[in-house]
């Protein structure tokens, strides 16, 4: 029986790591938050998972796999293979060859696609680059975790940025299919009768199984959270950056997805992209909590911090605040003696440099 490290054991990685198991595979794995997992032997540490000469990590993102890359380097044998099959961002996988090679150990990216119920019936569709020792050795316990493997090149930053590239299509399908649920039901059409068509004329599972997710609603439990979507998005933009690539749809969905983060909403599901869009009842009360009662929240917060001084003027920051802001005044031109001016005293006439209303030339 061979024995695989496997690092990372989340809503996408405990799965894998006990289809491994079940496929006839000792696995030793470690999680950064102990966790009882059924037919996996757990570790003290990344170094003693990585110590079996093979070791797969499938962390949230370039600064999960980082803080574990030490220790994995440490354990590997000479010749060990490290098997990234996280969304790591393109830059950050050229630097994980550089520096495995460098110690002589081996790296292979293999990230994958799919939900947590595809990693747990072994549905992933598994995107792999590096050199072709490499894939083979790693092809058997590819093929226990995914239906399909994809082999697109020769260096491993080339699978990350397939997966950068399918992650794009992804977020830019649920951009335009919540816009188009919204379209139709707004012209009188039920929205089960357009996702028929839908899933008839694509005939893609992203698309069958994000409308039916859009249809029903089902942003609870999140399969993928909001704060995820924003964080490869941002890994597409790097890339997109470090290539020269002009690429203005993945701007849009910047904002879209960093809206959603700000106002508190990053834990739920990916697709809640469609709330902001939908004229129903309850998108219509999903959108006025992200968009009024969010700042509303916000702004009682912040106003503890506000408070006035003697002598009439305005002191910005209140004592909770930093002190270097604590000391900051208005200028007197603003303060509360000048707002009880005049009604006939405009306000541009008390700007800096204002135009008098009585006269062409500035005071």
Do not use: C
């Amino acid at each position: 029986m061979r024995r695989v490290g496997f690092i990372g054991l989340g809503r996408m990685g405990l799965p894998m790591a006990q289809n491994l198991a079940k496929a006839g595979y000792e696995v030793l794995a470690w999680n950064r938050t102990p966790k009882e997992a059924e037919g996996l032997t757990l570790v003290g540490s990344p170094r003693e998972a990585a110590g079996t000469g093979l070791v797969i990590t499938m962390l949230a993102d370039d600064a999960a796999t980082e803080a574990v890359l030490g220790e994995i380097l440490e354990g590997l044998p000479e010749g060990g293979l490290h098997i990234a099959m996280s969304t790591l961002g393109v830059p950050y996988s050229r630097a994980l060859e550089e520096r495995h090679k460098a110690v002589g150990r081996r790296y292979l990216a293999a990230p994958v696609f799919g939900r947590p119920e595809a990693a747990a019936s072994r549905a992933l569709r598994i995107v792999v680059a590096g050199e072709a020792r490499d894939v083979e050795e790693a092809r058997p316990i590819l093929s226990a975790l995914g239906q399909e493997v994809h082999v697109v090149g020769e260096r491993p930053h080339q699978a990350h940025a397939v997966k950068l590239g399918g992650n794009f299509l992804i977020a830019a399908m649920l951009e335009a299919l919540s816009e188009a649920y919204v379209l139709v039901e707004k012209n009188g059409v039920k929205r089960e009768a357009f996702y028929e068509v839908v899933r008839a004329f694509f005939r893609s599972p992203v698309y069958e199984n994000y409308g039916r997710i859009l249809l029903e609603r089902r942003f609870t439990p999140p399969g993928f959270a909001l704060r995820l979507g924003l964080k490869d998005v941002r890994l597409i933009h790097q890339a997109a950056d470090t290539s020269h690539t002009p690429m203005p749809l993945a701007h849009l969905l910047l904002d879209r997805m960093l809206e959603g983060v700000a106002r508190g909403m990053g834990e739920e599901g990916y697709s809640l992209i469609l709330n902001s869009r939908d004229p129903s009842e309850e998108g219509w009360r999903r959108h006025f909590e992200l968009m009024v009662v969010g700042p509303l929240r916000l702004l009682r917060l912040l106003v503890p911090l506000f408070r006035r001084s003697g002598g009439g003027r305005v002191v910005a920051l209140g004592p909770r605040a930093p002190l270097a802001y604590r000391a900051t005044r208005l200028p007197p031109r603003y303060t509360a003696s000048t707002r009880r001016s005049s009604p006939s005293t405009t306000r541009s006439a008390r700007l800096p440099g204002a135009i008098s209303p009585r006269s062409s030339r500035p005071r």
